[in-house]
């Protein structure tokens, strides 16, 4: 089993930064990619960047591409999303998710493909 524990969330102004972290604990080498999710209120989760664990390659919603950068430390087990020109329609819950198996291109936007979730954490960019 992998543990996934978010942090990093908060309150900031729209135009403002914020960086996400997903440290994972257990079976750390089983992971092949990490994603990040967000759901905002009323709204179905939706994919928001992923990266493979040991290539490094990553993956963007078109809605936060130029925006958000996801990266990884694996010595540390640990994601994160540096997250700028923050805007209100980025206020959600942001989740991080493990894979524990082969993903390719846009299947890494599918959640269907993760195995393991964080609690998430809430961001809220206010106007």
């Known amino acids: 089993q992998v ?10 102004q729209a135009g403002g930064s914020l960086r996400l972290s ?3 604990s257990g079976r750390t080498f089983s992971i092949y990619a990490m994603g990040w999710f967000r759901q905002a209120p009323g709204k179905e989760r939706e994919f928001v960047a992923a ?8 993956y963007y919603a078109d809605s936060v591409k130029d925006r958000f950068t996801v990266s990884r430390d694996n010595a ?6 540096q997250m700028n020109s923050l805007k209100p329609e980025d ?3 942001y989740f991080c998710a493990g894979a ?3 993903v390719a291109g846009d299947a890494h ?8 979730w ?3 954490t809430q961001v809220t960019v206010s106007s």
Do not use: H, P
């Open 3 to 12: 543990q996934l524990v978010e942090s990093g969330g908060g309150l900031v």
């Open 22 to 24: 997903c440290a994972a």
């Open 51 to 58: 990266i493979k664990w040991s290539a490094g390659s990553t």
């Open 76 to 81: 540390k087990n640990t994601v994160y999303l």
């Open 91 to 93: 206020t959600a819950v």
């Open 100 to 102: 524990n198996r082969y």
């Open 109 to 116: 936007r599918r959640e269907t493909n993760y195995n393991y």
């Open 118 to 120: 964080g609690q998430g």
